[in-house]
């Protein structure tokens, strides 16, 4: 009988040593983030209805806790958890109560598109800020005729405005946190990302300044819809510059109109021979960009097709003719009835 009793202690002891053993293994498992101090935080997504218990597995999944069965004992001493709908920050370098606290946190705001469409001038996207709301008219005008206040891996222009560096693209924004100058320098890096730094090399290269590659580059892109086809008006149009023909791309002289499309003002800008921006009187490149241009009007312009013609025109299909001569781009007028 003894021996029975003091083996049932033995067992008894193990026992205690062994709870206490997984109970010092949960605490210190509890208490040891997955990542050492650092680690960027990242989005962490909770459904709605989601229950404390039932994050587990997908924090397990994302890196962030090592053990679905430390976050229940994590939850249980807590006494649960409340995690709010939403996307929070969250980093592997935090403790299981850190990420408690995060979650329980009000989520991070939702964002919504605002979309800056290509070829679009500065005075057009600020014009769909006011109208979504997220400015006061003229802010992002006034704010892009500053570049000196903005960065970027190329030169920007040191006098006027950042037209035609202010990439167009889908941003995504929050209302009532918007800041004008945050999406200028967005759209900056979008630039240098998408199109100098990979390119830059290809530039030095070419022996044309960035600024020039895109104020061509922004004329190809209201010039040409078909993406495919304006490094051959790219050429040409590099051609007339270098022999010193004028361009004669009328949308220079839609530029400055409050309207694009306001056929009187902008045949009125047409026989304006002093105004700066006419193309038909004037050589050589336009004072500046007349828009956003794309990747691939930029890279026409960096790279123009070599070809044997000067003019160009397009039919009612928008359908690219070009011509080697005066002569055939007159016959070309006359078949498709474009004057």
Same mark, same amino acid.
């Given at each position: 009988?003894?021996? %029975? ?27 040891? +983030?997955? $990542? ?6 990242? &989005?962490?997504?909770? #459904? ?5 218990? @039932?994050? @587990? ?10 053990? !679905? ?58 014009? *769909?800020? #006011? #109208? +979504? ?10 704010? !892009?005729?500053? =570049?000196?206040? %903005?960065? +970027? ?24 946190? %918007? ?24 530039? *030095? ?45 009328? *949308? ?12 009187? $003002? %902008? ?28 990747? $691939?009007?930029?890279? +026409?312009?960096?790279?123009?097709? *070599? /070809? ?13 003719? =070009?011509?080697? /001569?005066?002569?055939?781009? &007159? ?5 498709? /009835?474009?004057?």
């Amino acid at each position: 009988m003894k021996r %029975f009793v003091l083996a049932l202690c033995g067992l008894l002891l193990l026992g205690v040593l062994a709870l206490g053993g997984v109970y010092i293994w949960a605490e210190q498992g509890v208490r040891q +983030a997955v $990542a050492p101090p650092g680690a960027p935080a990242v &989005e962490f997504a909770v #459904a709605k209805g989601t229950t404390g218990r @039932g994050l @587990g597995p997908q924090l397990v999944s994302g890196g962030l806790i090592r053990d !679905a069965r430390l976050w229940r004992w994590h939850l249980y001493r807590r006494g649960g958890l409340s995690p709010k709908a939403g996307r929070h920050l969250v980093s592997p370098s935090m403790t299981m109560e850190e990420v408690s606290a995060a979650l329980e946190a009000p989520p991070l705001p939702e964002d919504v598109p605002f979309v800056v469409i290509e070829g679009w001038r500065l005075r057009d996207t600020d014009e *769909a800020l #006011a #109208a +979504a709301k997220l400015i006061k008219p003229g802010a992002y005008l006034a704010a !892009a005729s500053h =570049p000196e206040r %903005f960065t +970027a891996p190329f030169p920007l222009p040191t006098r006027g405005t950042l037209e035609g560096y202010l990439y167009p693209e889908t941003y995504g924004v929050i209302p009532g946190e %918007f800041k004008v100058e945050e999406l200028i320098q967005r759209q900056l890096n979008t630039f240098a990302e998408r199109f100098y730094v990979p390119r830059k090399d290809a530039l *030095a290269k070419t022996g044309r300044t960035l600024h020039d590659v895109v104020v061509m580059a922004s004329m190809l892109e209201r010039e040409e819809p078909v993406p495919e086809q304006r490094p051959v008006v790219s050429g040409i149009l590099w051609k007339r510059i270098d022999k010193g023909f004028p361009l004669g791309v009328d *949308a220079t002289s839609r530029y400055e109109l409050e309207e694009w499309n306001d056929r009187k $003002a %902008f045949l009125k800008r047409l026989r304006d021979t002093t105004d700066p921006w006419n193309t038909r009187h004037r050589k050589g490149l336009p004072p500046g960009p007349i828009g956003s241009p794309t990747v $691939a009007s930029l890279e +026409a312009a960096l790279q123009p097709q *070599a /070809n044997e013609f000067w003019y160009y025109l397009h039919d009612a299909q928008r359908r690219l003719h =070009p011509s080697r /001569n005066a002569e055939e781009h &007159e016959a070309l007028r006359r078949k498709y /009835n474009v004057y």
